[in-house]
């Protein structure tokens, strides 16, 4: 029987993760996951590619009114949650690999904040859904500032086999997924069509190609060598994608405004063959 193990939203593109007890369902995914950016001044996003001390940084919320900022060695900051009506004339414009993405600035208090933490001028934006953002390879879903897809989608037993090839194993947070199912087979998610668990129904899309961001510790911010990258490299490289294909990215197929829960049971429809 496959279960949620857990969930995971990451309000703050490439910062750290938020373990979840339940999580709602909504077009772009999970709530606030990635709803909010680390960019340049001119609105280039920023990931832990290249500042992996993205990862110190600690989002929360706070009594449902406030974003709160945490980093080591800092004073917790407070970005209020209340938000200007899309389109206001208060947005700009900011940039997500490809994407063209409408976003609002979280202020002056935020970007001082963050250059603190990372040594480097940054802003914090929020996405603006009054400009919808299609995910990649033209599948009919919708995304916030997540790489291209909402949803990502791994199994315990996959991370497991990994673990069980490297000589030190690793943390779920490397890999940085949504979900994290429980019964499967290693990379039975990869022949998943779709998975349903109550009201909610999400759709596999497209394996996840994985960077060096999975070389960084979350705990420290620092880059350790070239693990799991080297091992995965020798099992899972896709020819197709060109890439290290580990999880499966998703896309919200049904239950918008529905709920998910650590412990919900999952049924899971296979792909065809063919």
């Avoid at 290249?50 to 709160?68: K, Q, S, Y």
């Avoid at 500032?145 to 909402?150: A, E, M, Q, V």
Wanted: aromatic share 6%; glycine share 8%.
């Amino acid at each position: 029987m496959i279960s949620i193990a857990s969930l995971f939203v990451y309000p703050i593109k490439s910062c750290k993760g938020i373990a979840l007890d339940r999580a709602r369902v909504v077009a772009t995914g999970l709530q606030h996951d990635r709803e909010w950016m680390v960019v340049t001044p001119e609105g280039r996003f920023l990931t832990q590619r290249e500042h992996p001390r993205l990862a110190l940084i600690r989002p929360g919320f706070v009594d449902g009114t406030a974003l709160r900022l945490d980093a080591p060695d800092q004073v917790p900051l407070d970005v209020p949650l209340q938000r200007p009506s899309s389109g206001n004339g208060d947005t700009r414009e900011v940039t997500v690999w490809r994407s063209k993405c409408l976003a609002w600035d979280e202020g002056a208090a935020a970007a001082r904040w963050l250059t603190g933490v990372l040594g480097k001028d940054v802003r914090l934006v929020r996405f603006d859904p009054a400009r919808r953002r299609p995910v990649d390879d033209g599948f009919d879903g919708s995304a916030m500032f997540s790489d291209g897809f909402p949803v990502l989608v791994l199994s315990r037993a996959s991370l497991d086999d990994l673990n069980a090839r490297l000589t030190a194993p690793l943390p779920v947070n490397r890999f940085r997924p949504n979900v994290l199912l429980d019964g499967c087979e290693p990379y039975e998610e990869d022949r998943i069509a779709t998975i349903t668990a109550g009201a909610v129904r999400l759709r596999h899309v497209k394996a996840c190609t994985r960077c060096v961001i999975t070389t960084t510790n979350q705990a420290t911010g620092e880059v350790e060598g070239d693990e799991p990258l080297r091992t995965l490299k020798t099992y899972r490289w896709d020819r197709a994608l060109r890439g290290i294909a580990f999880a499966q990215n998703a896309i919200v197929e049904a239950g918008i405004g529905q709920e998910l829960a650590v412990g919900m049971t999952v049924e899971a429809e296979q792909r065809v063959s063919g």
